[in-house]
């Protein structure tokens, strides 16, 4: 069974550039998350996903972030514009439902210039 | 808010020998689940080993076992019999009744050969 697939692995942008994260959870996992990891330290969740409904996106930072799951299946998190501090490691997770285990993908790591 | 504390941010161990990694956290809820993720070089987070903590019995997984001190707030994993391929970031977490998961900033395990 194929594991989350997160893509693009690595993204180097300017400041001010605008930026795109895929993930397409484990087949049948209706809960899908995005976290954000800062060098150095633990994961952060930024927004979660029950099917296509954000149920919990406190964390994102929605001047500039925004997130979509389309027929919930993949999702995309796209941060419009940039900024130095958004240098981090972006998670995206899923799990059947919302108690249940959560497989992580291996991460974008994004470092912005 | 719950938080997640882990005091050690480095550990190293001898092959063969037992490893154990501290983790504390504060909450006021009583149902609560308590987790340790491994988080290789590579960065795929692989879940490690669950608690509930409604369940008295410490929780174990072939070479991984816990201490679950529920009065004390305390989730020590212990680690017998070390393999150079336990060598990676440790992360304990915490998911409370609202089913926001809550990481600690890691501990960094390496082991000698």
Redesign the interface.
């Known amino acids: 069974e194929a ?1 989350v697939v997160q893509s693009p692995r690595y993204k180097i942008i300017e400041k001010k550039q605008p930026v795109a994260f895929w993930c397409n959870p484990i087949s049948g996992h209706n809960t899908l ?1 995005w976290y954000r990891q800062n060098l ?6 930024l927004i ?1 996903y029950e099917n296509e409904e954000a149920v ?1 996106d406190s964390q994102l930072p929605k001047d500039r972030f925004s997130a979509e799951r389309l027929k919930g299946v993949d999702s995309t998190l796209k941060i419009q514009p940039a900024e130095l501090g958004d240098s981090a ?1 972006y ?1 995206c ?1 899923s799990s059947l439902a ?2 249940n ?7 974008t ?1 994004l470092t912005v210039l | 808010a719950q938080t997640v504390t882990q005091s050690q941010p480095e550990m190293s161990v001898q092959e063969a020998e037992t490893v154990t990694l501290s983790c504390t956290y504060d909450t006021s809820e009583s149902d609560y689940y308590l987790f340790w993720y491994k988080q290789p070089p590579s960065r795929q987070m692989i879940l490690v080993i669950r608690q509930e903590a409604y369940k008295q019995q410490n929780a174990t997984e072939n070479r991984f076992s816990v201490n679950f001190q529920k009065a004390a707030k305390s989730f020590s994993l212990k680690i017998s019999d070390s393999q150079l391929g336990d060598a990676a970031m440790y992360f304990c977490a915490y998911q409370s009744s609202g089913d926001k998961l809550t990481f600690g900033t890691g501990t960094r395990l390496a082991v000698r050969p």
Do not use: C
Request: aromatic content about 14%; cysteine-free; proline content about 9%.
């Open positions: 594991g998350y150095g330290q633990g994961p952060e969740l979660r919990d490691v998670l997770a919302v108690r285990e959560q497989f992580f993908g291996p991460g790591r």
